[in-house]
């Protein structure tokens, strides 16, 4: 059985792949080049391991909020791949969980997990990791000012993308200094955990009907709606 993960909800799109216990992880920075170089990288972890897309029969995948363009790459991959491999698994998480995980404390506890939602906000979840399972504190992920996180209560660790100006807030609302930079960027290593962990992932039934969560819709489409006062038809956006 070889599983791939694959995230690009941030500027870093995180591959790993694992067959037989061994796990070759690769990553690529700036957003731009996701979809240019994805496939290319999937190709060159999983030759690492002597396999093929051919042989994919798992593939997990980070499915938001973050980036409009990453994640439809992402989806993309998954949903090609789940065309070509009739009877492969495809199951999603959220990709705060997948920065959430890779920081939870060893013997257990709450992570809340941030990314920048920029206009001053951050997408927010949280959840209490232990070694084999995950559940989710509070509502779906979401937007959220920096003052509003104090409504998750006590956290033990904080973790998360966001401009400097918000660090400070955020450590105030959540008395935890942040984990930030490099060590808070997601890692694909981390989405193979949740796909053997209770409540770490969910199946997708109808992979061609599946849309990822975008965390609110793009400025966009909120300016088309405020100027014509209905939402917009036929939007992709998914609230939380």
């Not at 070759?24 to 496939?39: C, F, K, Q, T, Y």
């Not at 006590?154 to 993308?161: A, N, Q």
Request: include cysteine; glycine fraction near 10%; hydrophobic fraction near 45%.
């Amino acid at each position: 059985m070889l599983t791939l993960a694959l995230d690009c909800a941030t500027s870093r799109c995180t591959v790993a792949v694992t067959a037989g216990g061994a796990v070759v992880s690769r990553a690529i920075d700036g957003p731009r080049r996701h979809a240019r170089e994805v496939l290319g990288v999937i190709d060159e972890a999983l030759g690492e391991l002597g396999a093929t897309p051919a042989d994919i029969t798992r593939v997990l995948t980070g499915d938001g909020p973050g980036s409009f363009t990453g994640l439809r790459v992402a989806g993309a991959v998954a949903q090609a791949l789940a065309w070509h491999r009739q009877g492969m698994v495809w199951e999603v998480a959220p990709s705060l969980l997948i920065r959430a995980v890779a920081h939870a404390p060893a013997a257990g506890g709450t992570v809340l997990a941030l990314a920048d939602a920029l206009r001053g906000e951050l997408y927010a979840g949280c959840w209490r990791v232990s070694a084999t399972a995950v559940m989710p504190v509070g509502v779906a992920p979401r937007a959220l000012p920096p003052a509003a996180l104090a409504e998750f209560g006590p956290v033990d660790v904080v973790v998360g993308s966001m401009p400097e100006p918000l660090i400070e807030a955020v450590a105030v609302a959540t008395r935890c200094r942040p984990v930030t930079g490099e060590l808070a960027l997601p890692d694909a290593r981390a989405l193979l955990r949740l796909g053997t962990m209770a409540g770490g992932t969910v199946p997708v039934a109808e992979p061609s009907a599946w849309r990822p969560h975008y965390g609110r819709p793009a400025e966009a489409q909120a300016v088309w709606e405020r100027r014509h006062g209905r939402p917009l038809p036929d939007s992709t956006f998914r609230p939380g």
